[in-house]
């Protein structure tokens, strides 16, 4: 199966896929780490693919994509964007609203704190 393959596969399977460098346990850069952050402190149940272990799947996102930069978030499918995308999204509830409507669960409250410290 080639890498663009298993990147679609990946998508299609999972309704929210971070692409990121090292994994949601251990994130191997801050911008990947930010995301990963974001995402588990709202609570959403997200699949991780750590681009590091596999070169092929290091470039080949980035050429399905037509997107530069690691990491790159998916919500049903759809490309959202990388980190100052999602940074922006969150603050400004574009993310919740995202979530919202495509059926994704997450806390409310957390993404509220999150605003909040960041006023």
């Known amino acids: 199966m080639s890498a663009q393959d298993q990147i679609r596969e ?3 399977a999972n309704d929210v896929v971070l692409f990121m460098k090292g994994t949601k346990a251990m994130p191997q850069c801050g911008f990947s780490s ?3 952050g974001v995402l588990t402190y709202m609570g959403v149940e997200y699949q991780d693919v750590n681009v590091l ?4 799947i290091r470039q080949g996102i980035k050429d399905f994509s037509d997107w530069p930069t690691i ?3 998916y919500v049903k499918g759809e490309f959202v964007g990388g980190c ?3 940074t922006e999204m969150t603050l400004s509830g574009e993310l919740d609203t995202l ?8 806390d409310k409250d957390a993404a509220d704190k999150i605003r909040e410290a960041n006023a």
């Open 34 to 36: 930010r995301v990963a």
């Open 10 to 12: 990946t998508i299609e």
């Open 53 to 56: 272990a596999d070169p092929e």
């Open 99 to 106: 979530f919202t409507n495509s059926g994704i669960a997450f």
């Open 84 to 86: 100052d995308i999602i």
């Open 71 to 73: 990491p790159q978030l």
